[in-house]
T-cell receptor, first 113, second 115 residues
């Protein structure tokens, strides 16, 4: 079965880099996603990576994928107070009913001045 | 503007009431989802509709009844709820693709409180 794990909290200072980690168990994952949830809002898609890639960069965001270890990370460069939110990783797997996303429990990122 | 609109944003109801949550997507997607988000628990997938057919029902109690009249609209009908049903209910939509890249786009949710 699918299981996605993340650490619960991360605190960084403004201007530093943040690294949010995620581990998953299903080796048949096709795509892996990062979502951001701000207070009172839904989940916002940030970026994604195809399981055959090992890195993807999108402005301040860098996604690293170690498929052998089933480890995914999201690096946010020059972290700002507006980056404070909960970050969810999710893996996509093919099932009989189509693609299924399994979400991690989320990492609360707190950015301090 | 997320492309997925949920109403109402907040709902307080008694255990004997009947109410409905509404979701509308403006993205031209053909799959829609209901999730339950409770504090300190992973996101729980409740229902999946693909091409207006229900394709997944994850052991959700019958007091929750989904309805998908067309590919743009999704409802969650509620009756005789319990206090533990208080949570944020999120709707999402996606476009089914054969290559497996099927990110889901979420609404802002309905915060439900059961008295």
């Amino acid at each position: 079965g699918e299981d996605v794990e993340q650490s619960l909290f991360l605190s960084v200072r403004e201007g530093d880099s943040s690294v949010i980690n995620c581990t998953y168990t299903d080796s048949s994952s096709t795509y892996l996603y990062w979502y951001k949830q701000e207070p009172g809002a839904g989940l916002q898609l940030l970026t994604y990576i195809f399981s055959n890639m090992d890195m993807k960069q999108d402005q301040r965001l860098t996604v690293l994928l170690n498929k052998k270890d089933k480890h995914l990370s999201l690096r946010i460069a020059d972290t700002q107070t507006g980056d404070s939110a909960i970050y969810f990783c999710a893996e996509s797997t093919l099932t009989g009913g189509g693609n299924k996303l399994t979400f991690g429990t989320g990492t609360q990122l707190k950015v301090e001045l | 503007e997320t492309g997925v609109t949920q109403t109402p944003r907040h709902l307080v109801m008694g255990m004997t009431n009947k109410k409905s949550l509404k979701c509308e997507q403006h993205l031209g997607h053909n799959a829609m989802y209901w999730y339950k988000q409770s504090a300190k628990k992973p996101l729980e997938l409740m229902f999946v509709y693909s091409l207006e057919e229900r394709v997944e029902n994850n052991s959700v109690p019958s007091r929750f009844s989904p309805e998908c009249p067309n590919s743009s609209h999704l409802f969650l009908h509620l009756h005789t709820l319990q206090p533990e049903d208080s949570a944020l209910y999120l709707c999402a939509s996606s476009q089914e693709r054969t290559n497996g890249n099927q990110p889901q786009h979420f609404g802002d949710g309905t915060r439900l409180s059961i008295l």
